[in-house]
């Protein structure tokens, strides 16, 4: 049931740990490289119209969902 979800988890970690700077969180290296460029990394696709507010510039934004 949550398998997809835990892939998602592990490839972003992966992702994170082997192209972030030393000492990067994670927030910064997504606004760094940006967010279609970092979700093409961990192999997910994604559409914004699910994101209110969805603004591609900073990851500080407010990522309510809509369901």
């Given at each position: 049931?949550?398998?997809?979800?835990?892939a998602?988890?592990?490839?972003?970690?992966?992702?994170?740990?082997?192209?972030?700077?030393?000492?990067?969180?994670?927030?910064d290296?997504?606004?760094?490289?940006?967010?279609?460029?970092?979700?093409?990394?961990?192999?997910?696709?994604?559409?914004?119209?699910?994101?209110?507010?969805?603004?591609?510039?900073?990851?500080?934004?407010?990522?309510?969902?809509?369901?």
């Open positions: 049931q949550y398998a997809p979800i835990l998602v988890i592990e490839r972003v970690i992966e992702r994170w740990k082997t192209a972030a700077r030393k000492g990067e969180r994670l927030g290296y997504v606004d760094r490289v940006g967010w279609p460029a970092f979700l093409r990394q961990v192999e997910v696709e994604f559409d914004p119209t699910v994101i209110d507010d969805f603004a591609p510039v900073s990851v500080r934004r407010n990522l309510q969902m809509r369901w």
